[in-house]
Structures are given as structure tokens and as C-alpha cells.
């Protein structure tokens, strides 16, 4: 199976930065898109950035300009540079991971277990 884990989260003051990591291990054979979305309390989870395996990413509006995606393929981990934290930012941040588990097998979809990340002064 696929274990996706996280790190990175905490408390940061308003306009401050943090970094997210999660790192795919286990039994697969390839790793395609890769994920970060949110939740915060009493809202949906929402997507705030992806990106493909060749690099391509598209981002949440709410976040362009601040956030970068970025990703290391011979890691199979993806990161996120979170600049510019604002309150609105504060939820847990899951990470998500589009997972071929065998050459010619269906892409299946997992998470990780979530990091707090909390923007307050």
C-alpha cells in the first residue's frame, strides 16, 4: 500500500512563511498528479494547489502569488512554500497523491493524515 506523511505545519504570524512537505512511500509503481488541498473548521475541503508529473500546476486563486508547489520526483515527495500567510490561510493541510500501483494498473487516489497550519498574531 501507499503511505503519503506530512510535515511542515505550526503556528506562523501573519506574513510569515512556512514549508509543507509529504512523502509518498511503499508499493508502487508511479506517482502521478500530486496535491495539497485545506479545511478549515465548518468549510469544505477545497484544492489549493496540484501538480502533474512533468511539472505543470495550477493553483486556487486565493493563494496565487503566495504559494508554490513544487515537487521531486526521485523522492516522491511534493512541497509547498506557503509566503504571505494570512488568517484565512489557517486549516488543515492534506496532502494528495494520484498512485499507479502497478504498470498498467488503474490510478487510485490517497491522502495523508493532515497538518495543522495555523496563521494568528
Given at each position: 500500500q501507499v503511505q503519503l506523511v506530512e510535515s511542515g505545519g505550526g503556528l506562523v504570524q501573519p506574513g510569515g512563511s512556512l514549508r509543507l512537505?509529504?512523502?509518498a512511500s511503499g508499493s508502487f509503481f508511479r506517482i502521478n498528479a500530486m496535491g495539497w488541498y485545506r479545511q478549515a473548521p465548518g468549510k469544505q475541503?477545497?484544492?489549493v494547489a496540484a501538480i502533474n508529473r512533468g511539472g505543470s500546476t495550477n493553483y486556487a486563486d486565493s493563494v496565487k502569488g503566495r504559494f508554490t508547489i513544487s515537487r521531486d520526483n526521485a523522492k516522491n515527495t511534493v512541497y509547498l512554500q506557503m509566503n504571505s500567510l494570512e488568517p484565512e490561510d489557517t486549516a488543515v493541510y492534506y496532502c494528495n497523491a494520484d498512485v499507479v500501483l502497478r504498470l498498467g494498473g488503474r490510478a487510485s487516489d490517497y491522502w495523508g493524515q493532515g497538518t495543522q497550519v495555523t496563521v494568528s498574531s
Open positions: 512537505s509529504c512523502a475541503r477545497e484544492l
